[in-house]
């Protein structure tokens, strides 16, 4: 006789050749590890395991950790029936839908435009404190003119580089020459590229460190834009500790465009001159 096929419902599992209910949230199938019980569905270990859905599983999952050193703090504790739920700790925040580690706010030194949120760093405000230097500029530009030292020469090497709208396009590579790709990895983290597309970057050039950090640096470059990218750069390196490379990059991409600056140069000197 041919045997007859069991037809299982959704909440069932086939097991020798019968069905059997399934195990609901908060419980697994201890079945396959104890045999001949009247109850094959057993609680998760509060506080430890949980199991979130349906199911004829042997063990339940491990309770995730919140880790405080990635700047994670517990919002809600684990259950037998829902795994911990995390968030960023005060004063961190993560951009990311899924967030397995929260990034510092970024401290302003003077006026703050926008706080810190959990999904959001800080946005501080720059405005006066660039007018405060174009203020002491102004002094000191005037003051050696008087003496009748060279104006465009102070200019082109005191004059705050980053006010220039340099293209960065074709100095990528020489750039990132400059920094780690752990640092490439933290620069373009700080400025909100998303971590999916960092991670598809690190795929597609598996073993070239060379290619990811130009990759992921033109990938932040291409969403901030030609505009005030010099300055963003150099600031936000400084702002991650990472002064000696910013100095490196500031000497090189001065030597690089300081010819292709000139016309730029002498509108900052008009403005002074106002």
């Known amino acids: 006789n041919a045997r007859r096929e069991v037809n299982c419902n959704e909440d069932e599992y086939h097991l020798d050749a019968q069905c059997c209910k399934k195990c609901k949230s908060g419980e697994y199938d201890c079945e396959a590890v104890l045999r001949n019980i009247i109850k094959h569905c057993v609680?998760?270990?509060?506080?430890?395991?949980?199991?979130?859905?349906?199911?004829?599983?042997?063990?339940?999952?491990?309770?995730?950790?919140?880790?405080?050193?990635?700047?994670?703090?517990?919002?809600?504790?684990?259950?037998?029936?829902?795994?911990?739920?995390?968030?960023?700790?005060?004063?961190?925040?993560?951009?990311?839908?899924?967030?397995?580690?929260?990034?510092?706010?970024?401290?302003?030194?003077?006026?703050?435009?926008?706080?810190?949120?959990?999904?959001?760093?800080?946005?501080?405000?720059?405005?006066?404190?660039?007018?405060?230097?174009?203020?002491?500029?102004?002094?000191?530009?005037f003051g050696l003119c008087r003496l009748n030292l060279s104006c465009s020469v102070y200019m082109m090497h005191s004059f705050p580089f980053m006010l220039l709208d340099a293209d960065l396009s074709s100095h990528i590579a020489g750039i990132v020459t400059e920094m780690t790709l752990s640092q490439v990895k933290t620069f373009v983290r700080h400025h909100h590229v998303p971590e999916p597309a960092i991670d598809q970057i690190i795929q597609d050039c598996l073993g070239d460190t060379s290619e990811q950090k130009i990759k992921l640096f033109r990938d932040w470059y291409q969403r901030h834009g030609m505009k005030g990218a010099y300055g963003t750069l150099i600031s936000s390196l400084r702002e991650l500790n990472m002064r000696a490379v910013a100095d490196k990059i500031e000497e090189k991409l001065k030597a690089a465009v300081s010819h292709s600056q000139e016309g730029g140069l002498n509108f900052l000197i008009q403005i002074i001159k106002l």
């Open 43 to 141: 609680p998760c270990e509060k506080g430890k395991e949980f199991m979130d859905h349906l199911n004829d599983l042997d063990e339940c999952h491990r309770c995730k950790s919140c880790d405080g050193t990635l700047g994670l703090e517990v919002v809600k504790n684990c259950t037998p029936a829902e795994d911990t739920k995390c968030a960023c700790a005060k004063n961190y925040f993560c951009s990311s839908v899924a967030c397995d580690s929260c990034s510092e706010c970024t401290p302003c030194d003077g006026a703050i435009e926008k706080q810190c949120t959990s999904t959001s760093d800080t946005v501080c405000g720059v405005k006066g404190n660039i007018l405060k230097w174009i203020k002491v500029q102004q002094v000191l530009y």
